[in-house]
RNA sequence: GCCCCUGUAGCUUAAUGGAUAGAGUGCUGGGCUUCGGACCCAGUGAUGAGGGUUCGAUUCCUUCCAGGGGCACCA
């Protein structure tokens, strides 16, 4: 990749410079007058060294340029101490090739390789369906699990399943199934308490336990069939953690180590002596454990994993569990990182929360008929997961005609378009002689933002900002329709005509890559 | 009261401490005898307020203002 490339070589000629080891950042300057890539480390080095940085800068710049001539038409310095760096057409003219060779493994690479990641997300209470909120959970969790596998982790999907017997939750949903209470209760609760006729007699656990595992199924097979996504795990707490004994183990774990302690009637976990603002009750008075309790013994599992990253993805209204778990993980010892994202709120234009408690609710099946899955998927990846995002509905789908993952599938359908216009078939394998005929502007400017490809894994898959990606198709397919504008594809000159449709193959390869690590579709035609 | 998230063009928003703050939408004006005009090009227009750190701050620290969320022996 050639940002770590840069890296390396500028490492290298620091080093060559008699200027230690330092960090290397590089940035991608929006003016194009600034180069393909910058770094600013003559910056840094000039106040570490007390130098002035345009010195370090010059001493720098042909070191680099000398270590590897050929991937550079030139190094400039600019002030205050800046070093540009403009990519070679003949470097970047060969990347067509790699990606015609690589195909749809193009982008995938090895910061993953050989660890392992557990995802979970979405997770919602079996009482209902899903409601709007869970759709970011979904697609987000959904496309990062996607870039992760991209960039060679090994991940597992997970989707826990809130059914314990003995929650008051489930307690609750058993009155409402028993026609005893109306809690959770709309349309479709009751048309699935209706299909449970038969079962009148059960006792109250039981009852609810039963319910829930009917609205678990649609929300299964909501999840796979029609929003397409799949997990390769799903955990019942009833089944995993209570028949299990989990809870037990792990409480007589706590007992022997000492990081338990009654008070007022209640067993107290020590929170606070790993980093938490006080402690938290596991065992209520009345012996029931608390929820803190049973996703501890939950996390155990995934902690005791061989993970080196746990993903948490969470509701807002999670945010005070966070501080428990991280002092969890501490406790038992876990040694990978437990990334816990907290997304915040999706509101409805008048502002009420979305909640399977209060009646006007919309499900995110509602949201999907109404705008379609790609719009939807779109919609809520573009936005950072920490802002409060409101959805108008009406808007939502008024807008749907201008919405940019048209514009992106759009560039997809033109590149299918010329394809098959030529003639898949007729299409040659590159030359590096006929791609060095890819001179134009917009060529060029085209296949740098092909490669750019493998940078957006990359931060993606360290940083979590998904947003990152229909920002990155939207910049692409804003590259492709520029070339195409300025260039003709299909022309009498036929030598060109088949660098060009190197061009626009690799543009599809990484195009439709983009959209599917998103989950959306790349069309053929619109 | 304490903790978390957010405040950027009219609207929806982006920006690992980098150079002239980037898009979409809106509005104004241009562009196809030829591969899809759901396109391209140009113009318009923004960092809530004040301090501080820095060669450089949308980004870090701090005070204030505004919105949302949380602070349970709920989940």
């Known amino acids: ?19 230690g080891s330092h960090e290397v950042g590089i940035d991608r300057p929006e003016d194009k007058i600034h180069g393909d890539y910058s770094t600013g480390v003559a910056l840094k080095l000039a106040k570490m060294f007390k130098m002035a940085p345009m010195k370090i800068a010059e001493n720098l710049q042909p070191r680099i340029l000398r270590l590897k001539p050929d991937l550079f038409s030139k190094i400039e310095i600019a002030e205050p101490g800046f070093i540009n760096f403009f990519i070679s057409p003949s470097y970047l003219q060969n990347r067509v090739k790699e990606i015609l060779k690589e195909k749809e493994k193009f982008g995938e690479f090895k910061l993953g390789r050989g660890q392992k990641v557990n995802i979970e997300f979405v997770s919602a209470n079996p009482t209902g369906q899903l409601h709007i909120g869970n759709g970011r959970s979904a697609f987000a969790g959904d496309s990062l699990a996607n870039v992760l596998e991209k960039a060679g ?87 995993k953690i209570y028949r299990k004994n989990r809870i037990k183990k792990i409480l007589d774990w706590f007992k022997k180590n000492n990081l338990v302690y009654e008070k007022d009637g209640a067993l107290w976990l020590k929170t606070s002596q790993f980093g938490d603002e006080k402690d938290w009750v596991v065992i209520r008075e009345t012996g029931e454990p608390t929820y803190l309790l049973s996703d501890i013994a939950y996390h155990k599992d995934k902690f005791d994993g061989g993970f080196n990253r746990v993903i948490d993805i969470w509701g807002a209204d999670h945010q005070a569990h966070v501080s428990k778990m991280k002092a969890v993980a501490k406790m038992l010892g876990f040694r990978g990182n437990l990334d816990i994202l907290v997304l915040q709120l999706v509101t409805l234009r008048g502002g009420e929360k979305m909640s399977k408690r209060v009646g006007n609710i919309i499900t995110l099946q509602d949201l999907v008929d109404e705008i379609g899955l790609d719009v939807a998927r779109w919609f809520y990846l573009q936005k950072s997961l920490n802002t409060h995002t409101e959805i108008d509905l009406d808007l939502a789908k008024e807008q749907s ?95 060109l005509t088949q660098a060009r449709l190197s ?13 599917s690590l998103m989950g959306i579709s790349s069309p053929e035609k619109m």
């Not at 500028?10 to 410079?17: D, F, G, N, T, V």
């Not at 199924?217 to 996504?229: A, N, P, Q, R």
């Not at 060529?443 to 947003?467: G, H, P, V």
């Not at 061009?503 to 959209?515: E, F, H, R, S």
Request: proline fraction near 2%; hydrophobic fraction near 35%.
């Open 401 to 495: 005609e201008k919405n940019p993952v048209f514009y992106a599938q759009y560039a997809h359908a033109r590149i299918c378009s010329i394809l098959s216009k030529f003639g898949k078939s007729k299409i040659q394998n590159p030359k590096s002689k006929i791609l060095k005929l890819l001179n134009h502007p917009s060529e060029l400017s085209l296949i740098k933002q092909l490669i750019r490809f493998q940078e957006i894994i990359e931060d993606t898959a360290n940083d979590y900002q998904i947003q990152r990606l229909p920002q990155y198709a939207t910049d692409l397919a804003t590259s492709f329709h520029q070339f195409y504008q300025d260039c003709r594809v299909i022309s009498e000159d036929k030598k």
């Open 153 to 239: 982790f090994q991940v597992v999907r997970e989707y826990f399943i809130n059914d314990a017997k003995n929650s008051k939750q489930i307690m609750e949903f058993s009155k409402t199934a028993l026609g005893r209470g109306e809690t959770y209760l709309n349309d479709y609760v009751k048309s699935k308490i209706d299909g449970m006729a038969g079962k009148k007699n059960l006792d109250e656990g039981e009852a609810g336990y039963l319910l829930a595992q009917e609205v678990q199924k649609d929300t299964k097979e909501f999840l796979e069939k029609k929003l397409k996504i799949r997990f390769n795990k799903w955990v019942s707490e009833e089944e």
């Open 1 to 19: 990749m050639i940002r770590q490339d840069l890296i390396k070589l500028i490492k290298e000629a620091i080093s060559e410079a008699n200027l």
């Open 503 to 515: 061009l626009v193959l690799a543009a599809k390869i990484v195009l439709g890559n983009t959209l």
